[in-house]
């Protein structure tokens, strides 16, 4: 379902749009702004899902680097063993 709004761009916002339906990009200036949108709105789904990951880890048990190293170390070794490498 479609709805009709009214909204204002700035000139070089809307060459830039005519631009881009001009080069054949887009089918409409309608278009042009409907895909930004959702690009909006997936970056701001991304941002939010890396946030909460952020506090996902911040609230965890953290170890030192030389231990995340060793860690990283004997996985690559077991990884190496179970492949007969």
Do not use: P, W
């Not at 749009?17 to 887009?26: E, I, K, Q, S």
């Not at 946030?51 to 860690?71: A, I, M, P, T, Y």
């Amino acid at each position: 379902m479609s709805v009709k709004a009214s909204i204002s761009l700035t000139e070089s916002q809307d060459a830039y749009a005519r631009d881009l339906v001009a080069r054949g990009h887009y089918s409409s200036l309608s278009a042009v702004l409907q895909h930004g949108l959702e690009l909006l709105r997936e970056q701001s789904q991304n941002t939010e899902a890396l946030r909460e990951l952020l506090n996902q880890r911040r609230s965890g048990n953290f170890v030192s680097l030389d231990e995340g190293k060793k860690r990283t170390k004997d996985m690559i070794a077991r990884k190496r063993a179970e492949r007969g490498l």
